[in-house]
């Protein structure tokens, strides 16, 4: 992974002209908030992320956890997966840019996918009255341990 993706104080220093331009304070608990999310270098959820922050010894409420995740989506900095109806997970926009996802219908593992042609693909579509902003491109199939388990079953069943 590119470690400028996750440069903390290049990403500090737009998330601080965000706040300025929105009126909004310049806390410690936002910037402590994006500086755990940039150590991270991956997806992550807000479990994680106050676990870490708690690891720490720096405490805050996960409701000032998701206010600074949603403040953090605005300013176009973090944005949000739902790869499944119970896993919303988190990533850093620039890091999000460079792959999209393959995810288990069964288990839910998510998998990244690096692919250049799938990546210039998606942004040469145009779509009228509509402004691109970023794309995820979300894969789901079937992961090599869930089908291995299910021909095993089917093993298992026809030989009973």
């Known amino acids: 992974m590119t470690p400028d993706l996750y440069d903390f104080e290049k990403m500090k220093a737009r998330f ?3 706040l300025i331009e929105k ?3 310049k806390t410690t608990e936002r910037f402590m908030i994006l500086d755990h999310i940039c150590r991270i270098q991956g997806h992550f959820d807000v479990e994680m992320l106050h676990k870490q922050l708690d690891d720490d010894h720096f405490h805050v409420s996960r409701a000032s956890i998701y206010n600074t995740i949603e403040t953090l989506m605005d300013a176009h ?3 949000r997966h739902q790869f499944t109806a119970q896993l919303v997970q988190y990533e850093l926009h620039d890091a999000a840019a460079t792959h999209h996802h393959a995810i288990c219908s069964y ?3 998510v998998k990244e ?3 250049e042609r799938l990546s210039d693909g998606v942004s040469r579509l145009r779509t009228p009255r509509f402004t691109y902003e970023y794309h995820s491109l979300y894969v789901y199939g079937i992961c090599s ?3 291995f388990r299910i021909a095993h079953r089917s093993k ?3 030989a009973t």
């Open 77 to 79: 900095i973090v944005i």
């Open 23 to 25: 009126g909004m304070r």
């Open 107 to 109: 288990c839910g593992a």
């Open 145 to 147: 341990k869930c089908k």
């Open 16 to 18: 601080s002209r965000y």
């Open 113 to 115: 996918i690096k692919d």
């Open 156 to 158: 298992k069943s026809v």
